[in-house]
């Protein structure tokens, strides 16, 4: 019998644990359909520079032609011991050349000077907006190291 | 609880023996396993019946025999000589009327239960992998029901990039200027659409061309990105809806098609490069856009 048990059982847990696996990935979709009316896609890169640069690159594309298209707020975070912390932040215009106006798409980059073998990455926020409204999305880029 | 859903242990045995043998004749291999492990799951200590076992182990060693070089004498042997300080610590509590049937019960079962317990932790696993968003068959693409991204596109170096300043008249004008001989340029586009601009945009490691079209209040656009790094490629994310991800093969390329918000979408990859048609577009129309890239 307890072979039984044993064998259902474990039979029974991993239908649970599969439907469980698959009932929270449908309610986590449920709960936070994204789609956007304004963002089609987007990327956002880290990459190392010379003497100690990290550059954040970013790329927007709206769904159509929007006011206001690009990063509307990049952090910088440097990697302390396993922990990330923001050590510079940027706030997007267009006379920043964050955010460019009147258009569908929008290319852009910050360069950060960080510490030599630093770990860095970026926060960036993307943004697409008109005069109906606006959305964005916050990306993390992959790390670099400072080189 | 103790009572064998197939067989009851007290009395009438030899009775139904030989219905048990003309029910077994009709059965292949597969159905005497899963037979068998059905009244094994129904067993217990109290009514386990050896009879009934032994009778499937005979017609199973008859219809699907163990192979011909595997000697279950040599092997038990050295198994014994193996573990046997083991054995001899055991053996008081061990009843030899138990030990024979179930050494061979135990035999054949590990060997189907460790195949079993592996074939359900692999599906499990891929399974959970899918749900995660991770397509374990097509590595190519991965989605959610939320956004789409491709995170192993195709590496090649790409050549030195003209300035993106210059004006082209076509997607395909733009190709050929930084090199680019594969089909990605669509040659045909709903005809209530009208150009509305070209733009290059060279960046570092990545050269981007974006066509837009427009239609009173419609837009659509292609775009085009090739890349130096497969990590750079793999950064694009897809605004998508809940509904599904459609592939769509033309000339060996899959196109994956999906909507976001009522807008349709094509993405695909082609060499090192990501593109993607998206727009105020119905689903034929896109599909068409899609087979004009191929027509030679």
């Not at chain 1, 912390?85 to 290319?107: C, E, I, P, Q, R």
């Not at chain 2, 799951?41 to 019946?49: I, Q, R």
């Not at chain 2, 004008?173 to 680019?180: P, V």
């Not at chain 2, 809806?241 to 098609?257: A, F, N, R």
């Amino acid at each position: 019998m307890r072979k039984k048990i044993g064998i259902r059982t474990l039979a029974v847990f991993m239908v649970l644990l599969l439907s469980g696996g698959m009932i929270g990935s449908a309610y986590a979709a449920v709960g936070s359909i994204n789609a956007s009316y304004y963002l089609d896609d987007y990327a956002a890169t880290a990459d190392t520079g010379t003497s100690g640069e990290v550059v954040i690159s970013f790329d927007v594309n709206a769904t159509r032609v929007m006011d206001s298209v690009g990063a509307s707020y990049i952090v910088i975070q440097e990697n302390n011991s396993g922990v990330w912390k923001g050590v510079a932040s940027y706030f997007g215009s267009t006379a920043n050349g964050m955010l460019a106006a009147d258009t569908d798409s929008h290319m852009g980059s910050i360069t950060y000077v960080g510490t030599l073998g630093k770990q860095y990455r970026a926060l960036v926020t993307v943004y697409a907006g008109n005069s109906t409204g606006s959305d964005s999305r916050t990306v993390t880029t992959d790390s670099v190291t400072a080189g | 609880m103790s009572e064998n859903r197939y067989f009851r242990h007290s009395g009438g045995q030899s009775g139904k023996a030989s219905q048990i043998y003309k029910h077994l004749s009709s059965m292949d291999p597969d159905e005497l396993i899963d037979e068998l492990a059905d009244k094994w799951d129904a067993m217990d200590d109290k009514d386990f019946d050896p009879e009934l076992i032994d009778a499937y182990l005979e017609k199973l060693d008859k219809t699907g025999p163990l192979a011909s070089d595997f000697n279950a004498e040599n092997s038990l042997a050295a198994f014994q000589e193996k573990h046997s300080l083991l054995l001899e610590q055991m053996e008081p509590a061990l009843k030899p009327s138990d030990t024979i049937p179930r050494q061979r019960l135990h035999s054949r079962f590990r060997a189907a239960r460790l195949i079993a317990t592996v074939v359900v932790v692999t599906l499990a696993c891929m399974v959970t992998a899918q749900a995660l968003g991770y397509n374990v068959f097509e590595v190519i693409a991965r989605w959610t029901e939320e956004t789409f991204r491709f995170t192993t596109p195709a590496q090649t170096e790409t050549g030195a990039a003209p300035s993106g300043d210059k004006e082209y008249k076509d997607l395909k004008e733009a190709l050929d200027a930084f090199g680019i001989t594969e089909s990605v340029a669509p040659t045909w586009y709903p005809s209530e659409f009208e150009m509305s601009g070209i733009k290059v945009s060279p960046a570092s490691g990545e050269v981007k061309f974006r066509v837009t079209y427009e239609a009173e209040e419609k837009f659509m656009a292609v775009t085009i990105r090739q890349f130096e790094s497969a990590k750079d490629a793999s950064s694009i994310t897809y605004e998508k809806d809940d509904s599904p991800v459609t592939p769509y093969e033309c000339d060996g390329i899959t196109h994956y098609l999906m909507s976001n918000n009522g807008q349709m979408r094509a993405a695909w990859t082609n060499q090192n490069m990501t593109c993607s048609i998206s727009g105020d577009l119905s689903e034929d129309e896109l599909k068409q856009m899609i087979n004009s890239i191929y027509e030679r």
